[in-house]
């Protein structure tokens, strides 16, 4: 059974920065390419950043330059470092893994940036 678990969400004051952190089980990490998605009240969910198998990335254009996407295969984990961080970077952040059938998403955390 395939689980994402996201942690590291919070409020943080424009500027500052968060960590956050997807731990997945049921999969072969290793292989999987990973993603960070956020969906904001009332917009659609949207691609913040990717990582292929082999440490390729991949980043939307609002966030380029201040975040990044990294994992670390012993631990099963992917994380999304977000530096500057902006009052429209306020959503809640999804975990996806990609597989060949299927898309599987963690429940999500939220992360909120004050002005």
């Known amino acids: 059974q395939v689980q994402l678990v996201e942690s590291g969400g919070g409020l943080v004051q424009a500027g500052g920065s968060l960590r956050l952190s997807c731990v997945a089980s049921g999969i072969i990490f290793s292989i999987s390419p990973m993603g960070w998605y956020r969906q904001a009240p009332g917009k659609q969910r949207e691609l913040v950043a990717a990582i292929t198998s082999g440490g390729r990335t991949n980043f939307a254009d609002s966030v380029k330059g201040r975040f990044t996407i990294s994992r670390d295969n012993a631990k099963n984990t992917v994380y999304l470092q977000m530096n500057s961080l902006k009052p429209e970077d306020t959503a809640v952040y999804y975990c996806?893994?990609?597989?060949?059938?299927?898309?599987?998403w963690g429940r999500g955390t939220q992360v909120t940036v004050s002005s």
């Open positions: 996806l893994y990609r597989s060949p059938e299927t898309d599987y």
